[in-house]
């Protein structure tokens, strides 16, 4: 079973780079441009901030946990494999503080674990020994698949209510902002398969998503290979970085010069 503040929109030049992030193989993707805002309505918060009436259509029940609260000028998110992950979603925005400083927040879900377990015992299924597939009924067959929609569809539904979420902030440079906020653009800009996806029931989901003028741009990418996975390796060291107490601006710089 598998699995989305202030806002002071980004002063961004943005750089235009030769190299494009193109996979060697065909990947299943989503490339969406909308509006960052809904409707025209200006919100005034107690500050003195103004904002628009910010739009999530693009962003699922978890997303909206993590960045539910305004679009950011740089956001990754990341749905692991169910197989490779003990934690669940990751992610992490880059966006200005009101003085202007560029802010890094990370976001997880620290009883990620906890709550999954807990749901399969609320929401149990049937299985159904590879011995005994094709001595059992037809009828029994079909009522446990029935029975077993019923309970996948209840887990999905009733998970997300169950998460914690937790974030850890830190400052960064300009130059490390611009260049991430660069970088994502690109990729969701420039991205294009080259053929026909893989077959794929599992592995990772990545969406890289940022904020071009009054535009909301997104990728997401099961299975990310090539360019696409070396960007989001990137992103989720960051994270561990950054979750772990230090973040090496340099060594991320360097590697975004790549």
Not at 38 to 63: L, M, Q
Not at 104 to 127: D, F, M, W
Not at 212 to 227: C, K
Request: proline content about 5%.
């Amino acid at each position: 079973m598998k699995q989305s503040l202030l806002l002071f929109l980004l002063p961004f030049a943005v750089s235009v780079a030769s190299a494009q992030l193109t996979p060697e193989r065909g990947d299943k993707f989503l490339k969406r441009i909308e509006n960052n805002y809904s409707s025209g309505d200006i919100y005034v918060e107690a500050d003195g901030s103004r904002h628009g009436d910010y739009n999530f259509g693009s962003k699922g029940p978890v997303e909206r946990l993590f960045f539910g609260d305004f679009n950011a000028p740089v956001e990754y998110f990341l749905d692991p494999s169910f197989e490779a992950s003990r934690e669940g979603a990751i992610g992490f925005r880059v966006y200005p503080d009101s003085a202007g400083r560029q802010i890094l927040e990370v976001k997880y879900i620290p009883n990620y674990e906890e709550a999954y377990r807990q749901l399969e015992k609320e929401y149990p299924t049937i299985g159904i020994p590879a011995a005994e597939y094709f001595t059992t009924p037809e009828a029994r067959r079909d009522s446990i698949a029935a029975h077993n929609r019923v309970m996948i569809s209840k887990f999905y539904e009733e998970l997300p209510k169950c998460f914690r979420i937790a974030s850890k902030k830190i400052y960064i440079g300009d130059t490390l902002a611009i260049r991430l906020y660069d970088r994502i653009m690109q990729a969701v800009r420039d991205y294009a398969s080259p053929g026909k996806p893989m077959r794929s029931t599992d592995g990772e989901s990545v969406t890289f998503r940022c904020v071009v003028g009054h535009d909301l741009w997104t990728l997401a990418i099961q299975s990310p290979g090539g360019g696409m996975d070396k960007l989001s390796s990137l992103c989720k060291r960051i994270i561990s970085d950054v979750r772990g107490g230090s973040l090496d601006e340099n060594a991320c710089l360097r590697q975004l010069g790549d």
